[in-house]
């Protein structure tokens, strides 16, 4: 953190399962044009969630962990404790921190887009989505209901999937649950009769009339079609790297997308009659569905079209910003007009106006001048053109790590103000996905049976969690030589106890292997008791086999014996 120019906390409240309210900070930094995400902690919102506390929880944390707010962006969802305008967490810090930016999650941003356009079409709003969700909880609520289901899908052979829950405050988790749906439409609507007629379920009754019709039908295969484009931009928002200048081409492809689909039936709904066939075959027959072609002209005026053009209108709503944001493009070699002169010379110029009338707005000290940075715009220009392996960097991360490699030092070192810009740039946090993953961690890690674990604890197994190394690549020796350092440890060992205290510079000497010395040896730091062991009565420590320690002579005369030998002999397969 000390070498960062420039960084972003993106921020995120919720609650424990001991009823506390915790506020999970992660940290984006930009290292020689490498983004990296890292877990920066947890803070109990004792006094309540209101923006008062989580300011004051914010900049207690930063004095305690050395982050410089003056020199940090923020990020988070669209709250209004964090985005209220006046009082909302990101106006109290940017009235202080001039040059802080607050970016709304672009994830959430496009979960608010399908939510909204969904809102404007009646039919999916009203019944659609109800209908969803009600059959998911018939089958999910009752272990016989969901049994009778599987086994209908073994009888007429689909696959044996278990519905999925459409959640009404994630509008994309529907794609799942569409394609569970329309892959056992046939199993459902025998289902949801069986329970119907034999067993006199009005419930089942109901859902048979709003799921068996070709109006419902052709929703779930034109969703089919939509939602796969909606998830593939939300996981482009997902990824950990990701950066503005990136984000408005994966907008632009995700709406081209859109029209073809408006101009054009998609893969699924255009093979609906092949789809209405294979359900008559399973007993399944739909009413009216005997003009499909005529009915699909309906269905494109009164759904599709009117739900296509109110996804396109939020998007462009929900984000505004992105003719700012975008104008980072100046870093992306692999746009420039290299071939005309003309036009590169012209390149970059209103993009980089816009950035330097950002980062040295009123009330900030001049982050940049901007006069070196026009002149170093063009000798970064000159330079890509002359230069075929800059124009390799696919993105602005790509070109400023391209920068500081040995063999372009020199180029960099002429561009000290644009580099600065670029490192303001990139460090703007894009997503807030990464404490919603906190989140899920901490679920994991404080349940229902550890529910007194503290904050101070909680915080480093998340972090081990989150940024800590693969459990096959972690040095269990070195860990236990660690252990050992600390303080005074016993471990029983056949009829005896050995305390082992080592300091550092005998843990120095036993390397990355565990230590357990064989004599006292004043020299080394080491001293060891073998005084019978007195064992509690009830509970045991377990004794270490003497087989299973295979020792070996180290560098300073006294026994090493191996962590990881012993834990392949005795752990159980």
Known sequence: ?????????????????????????????????????????????????????????????????????????????????????????????????????????????EALAAADAIATVPYLKETFEPTLAGVYRFFNNSPVREAGLHRIQAIIDEPSLKLKEPSSVRWLSHDGAVSAFLASYASIVLALEREATERHDAAAAGWVKKVKTVKFFSSLLFLHDVLPVLVKLSKAFQQRAINFASLEPALSTTKASLMDLRAADGETLSSIEDQVASVRNNGVNLPRADDLQGWLDIFRRSTIEPYIDALLAALEARFPQLPFLSALSIFQPNIMPIEDTE???????????????????????????????????????????????????????????????????????????????????????????????????????????????GNVNLSRLIRVSVDGPSIRTFEFDEALALWHQRRSRRLHAGSSTRAVTTSSASTTAMGASSAVPSKSTAAEGVSISTTPARLPATRPPRALPASSLSTTTGTAGYRQTSVSAFFKKTSKP
């Open 1 to 109: 953190m000390e070498n960062a120019v420039f960084m972003s906390i993106v921020a995120d409240e919720s609650t424990d399962v001991s009823n506390i309210s915790q506020l999970v900070i992660h940290l984006r930094l930009v290292r020689d044009g490498d983004v990296q995400v890292r877990f920066g902690g947890i803070v109990p919102l004792t006094e309540g969630c209101s923006a008062n506390n989580i300011v004051r929880a914010i900049k207690d944390w930063a004095e305690d962990t050395g982050v410089d707010l003056a020199k940090c962006h923020m990020g988070s969802d669209g709250a209004s404790t964090f985005a209220g305008r006046i009082n909302g967490v990101a106006a109290q810090l940017q009235r202080e921190y001039p040059l802080m930016r607050w970016i709304h999650c672009v994830a959430h941003r």
């Open 343 to 453: 036009k590169l010379a012209h390149h970059g110029r209103q993009e980089l106006a816009t950035l330097l009338n950002i980062v040295n707005s009123e009330g900030a000290d001049q982050f940049v001048d901007a006069t070196e940075a026009r002149r170093e715009l063009r000798h970064m220009k000159s330079a890509v053109k002359v230069t075929p392996a800059l124009r390799s960097a696919s993105s602005a991360s790509d070109f400023i790590a391209l920068l500081c490699k040995p063999e372009h030092a020199d180029l960099k070192a002429s561009l000290p103000e644009l580099m600065r810009l670029a490192d303001w740039g990139l460090a703007l946090p894009v997503a807030s996905v990464e404490c919603e993953r906190d989140f899920s961690k901490m679920k994991l890690i404080k349940t229902p049976l550890r529910n007194r674990l």
